[in-house]
């Protein structure tokens, strides 16, 4: 990996607490979309393990789930890093996009 996830272009930024805000956040990124555009979203989750594995799983899982049920194309990737000393992070972003930006 050439550069850092924190380097990508974002176009929106989800700071959550707790798997519920995790739910909405992926209703949210499905209902944007992730076709068509030269932009990725970051989700910021607290640095306790326990409640970041859960968001985690649920934003990941969620926003695969959500682009099968609109029967769009499910190639998305993500990083998850260390934000800064309170929250992890997850950036997610279409493989096209990240194609088209040189990454």
Do not use: C
Not at 1 to 13: G, N, R, V
Not at 32 to 55: H, Q, W, Y
Not at 57 to 66: A, N, P, R, S
Not at 72 to 99: F, G, K, Q
């Amino acid at each position: 990996m050439d550069f850092h996830p924190k380097d990508l272009p974002i176009s929106k930024t989800y700071d959550l607490k707790d798997e519920k805000n995790a739910m909405e956040a992926v209703e949210d990124m499905i209902r944007i979309g992730f076709k068509k555009r030269k932009e990725g979203f970051k989700v910021l989750m607290p640095k306790e393990s326990k409640i970041a594995k859960r968001i985690g799983y649920t934003v990941t899982t969620g926003v695969t789930h959500g682009l099968r049920q609109k029967n769009e194309i499910r190639d998305i990737r993500y990083w998850t890093y260390h934000h800064d000393d309170e929250h992890y992070a997850i950036v997610l972003i279409s493989n096209s996009a990240l194609a088209d930006l040189g990454f």
